[in-house]
């Protein structure tokens, strides 16, 4: 573990393991955001069916709903560092046969549903083992720094680079976005391999323990202590209203603002250029405000940025307001994300790392019912007033949570042995 002093806080160095790990999510989140652009456009190449076109990227959701939890189980179990090469690996050799499929004539509508489920399914081990890996690169000191490091780089390449690279890459055949998606695995994977991290520190599982009981373990840590379920609960509730928001932002944008798709792309812009801002400078806000109250800001500030989206009616108020949103989005993620990775016992982290993943997929589809119901009763402005008011639901189950002197509750299923800072 590397670290240097940057300023007045401890930032992780690009050389040596972290560096590494740093590189091999930035490229996958640039081959997934390939895929992700990819897909639904070679959908409407089979099919005209817009309930068949909508299942692929349902399945892109469905897996951490299913499977989430026995992932970040399974996280737990584990080598980390193995289980993650291995599985992006695995992806590299899928998604390498399903552009060989494409290029050949042979894709179908069920093999871009079975690949969407597939690569999922694989992504919540792979995600979990992640979360819970990073601690073992960096001193938790750097942990702030690490995570702000980690979330702007993949937001960059997934949010600003991959998107525009697509139709590019289609221009030499519909196969090319997954050829170049599986060559990003497989060279994320060699990377990964490479990292030299110690042995998990893990007490010997007790006769007859199965991965039921540990994911029921997790949750029992989760729900009892204060800090982490208001963590969680806060995470579920703001997903719910990022749902809302994003499912209607198009028609927010085209049609109450009248903006067009131009406007859709400046707005969606601004919102990424906004998550950049704020990882840039999260650091400095952490380390003034605190984590905590750095988190507690950031909702506040988003509630908002939300409110003034639903009622002033000009682009350049929405442009605005959505960069707020994401600066303060970025802000929101590096420190719930920290604070979880420092609260949780060691060897749950990944139990713990996935209930908080597995709400905020599953808020997400609710939310966007949710909008376009709204949408549909009230008028196209609504949906982001919906989300700010879950977003005031979200801020004020972090406050109970949030006091310094709220007491650890450690594991009490004789397995796992907690390995707190405080």
Same mark, same amino acid.
Request: hydrophobic content about 55%; overall charge positive; proline content about 5%.
């Given at each position: ?31 997934? !955001? ?109 942990? /702030? ?30 196969? !090319? ?95 990424? !250029? ?51 949103? /994401? ?27 996935? !209930? ?67």
């Amino acid at each position: 573990m590397t670290t240097v002093e940057s300023a007045d806080r401890c930032a992780p160095t690009w050389r040596g393991g972290f560096g590494r790990l740093w590189s091999a999510a930035v490229l996958s989140s640039f081959g997934d !955001a390939l895929r992700t652009a990819a897909l639904p456009l070679l959908a409407v190449t089979l099919t005209d069916d817009p309930l068949l076109i909508a299942s692929v990227t349902a399945c892109g959701y469905l897996p951490w709903i299913v499977f989430g939890l026995l992932g970040g189980a399974v996280a737990d179990r584990v080598d980390q560092r193995r289980a993650m090469w291995t599985v992006d690996a695995l992806r590299g050799l899928l998604v390498a046969a399903f552009a060989v499929a494409v290029a050949s004539g042979h894709a179908s509508i069920a093999l871009l549903v079975a690949l969407a489920f597939t690569l999922t399914t694989l992504q919540t081990l792979f995600d979990n083992a992640a979360t819970a890996l990073l601690p073992a690169l960096v001193v938790r000191e750097a942990l /702030g720094s690490a995570n702000a490091r980690l979330m702007t780089g993949q937001r960059l390449a997934g949010g600003l680079l991959g998107g525009p690279v697509v139709p590019l890459l289609l221009t030499a055949g519909a196969a !090319a976005p997954f050829a170049v998606d599986a060559a990003t695995y497989l060279l994320a994977a060699a990377l990964v391999a490479t990292l030299r991290t110690p042995a998990p520190d893990r007490a010997p599982r007790p006769a007859g323990s199965t991965l039921r009981r540990e994911i029921a373990d997790g949750l029992r840590t989760l729900v009892r202590d204060r800090a982490l379920r208001g963590l969680c609960t806060a995470t579920a509730l703001c997903n719910v209203g990022m749902g809302a928001l994003i499912a209607t932002l198009v028609v927010l944008v085209t049609d109450w603002l009248g903006a067009g798709n131009t406007g859709y792309a400046v707005a969606l812009t601004a919102y990424a !250029a906004g998550s950049l801002a704020g990882g840039a400078v999260n650091g400095r806000l952490a380390d003034r405000l605190g984590r905590t109250r750095a988190v507690l800001l950031a909702g506040t500030v988003q509630c908002a940025a939300l409110v003034a989206m639903g009622a002033v009616r000009h682009l350049g108020a929405l442009t605005a307001a959505l960069a707020v949103f /994401g600066f303060m989005g970025m802000v929101w993620n590096v420190n719930t994300t920290t604070l979880m990775q420092e609260r949780s016992p060691a060897a749950m982290l990944g139990r713990i790392s996935s !209930a908080h993943r597995t709400l905020a997929v599953a808020g997400a589809p609710v939310g966007a019912l949710l909008g376009g119901a709204v949408a549909a009763a009230w008028g196209t402005r609504t949906p982001p007033l919906l989300a700010a008011a879950f977003f005031v639901l979200s801020v004020a189950a972090l406050i109970p949570g949030s006091r310094t002197d709220v007491p650890l509750v450690a594991p009490d299923d004789g397995v796992t042995t907690a390995h707190v800072h405080r």
